[in-house]
């Protein structure tokens, strides 16, 4: 005779589905960003006459993968491409690649970058419950505070140190940055915000 499942028992859940589904969705979605702040970074730069470090959209992609995919998915993110890039792919700014980037003045920035990822994340994670209306606000806010308090403070040590800058001098070329950094942080803002809109569940579930 078969065994008859007893009546009162319950299926357990496919819960290693479920998880299997969910880590497969995190690293299509840490891969496709990684992708994204690359093609910022190797899109064509401006230099700035007498400037050592470029002006790009790295921050951009940076800001947009925090905001959108919460701190730890926004951080992995940030190191994959990272991680590419050291290994020698030319994905850095300039269409350049491999520890060479380990010796030249924008390093503070690169190391920045996923330390900003995971601040704006977080903090665009404390503000996911507000009013709808004012994402675009929180989006803006929580990426300028990553650029203020991480981006930049490291990216002009690390600068001054590397040129032989004073505090004074390192601080007011790093100063050349902030107008694009507003009008990227502001861009992110508006994309995440329309992100949200087209996929709630990126902001109700945040990682």
Known sequence: MSAVPDEGTTPEPARPVLAARSATADLALVSTFAAFIAVCAILPAIVLPGMAVPI?????GVMLAGLVLGPRRGTLAVLLYLAVGLAGLPIFAGGTGG?????????????????????????????????????????????TLASL???????????????????????????????????????????ATAVFRAFPDLLRARR
């Open 56 to 60: 790009t959209l790295q921050t951009f």
């Open 149 to 191: 308090l991480l981006i930049h403070p490291l990216g002009i040590s690390v600068m001054g140190a590397r040129l032989g800058l004073s505090p004074a001098e390192a601080i007011t070329a790093g100063a050349t940055f902030l107008p694009g950094d507003v009008i990227k942080n502001a861009l992110a803002a508006v994309v």
């Open 99 to 143: 520890l060479a980037v380990l010796g030249k003045p924008s390093l503070g920035y690169l190391l920045a970058f996923p330390l900003a990822a995971a601040l704006a994340g977080y903090v665009m994670t404390r503000l996911s419950s507000v009013r709808r209306s004012l994402l675009p606000l929180g989006a803006f806010a929580a990426a």
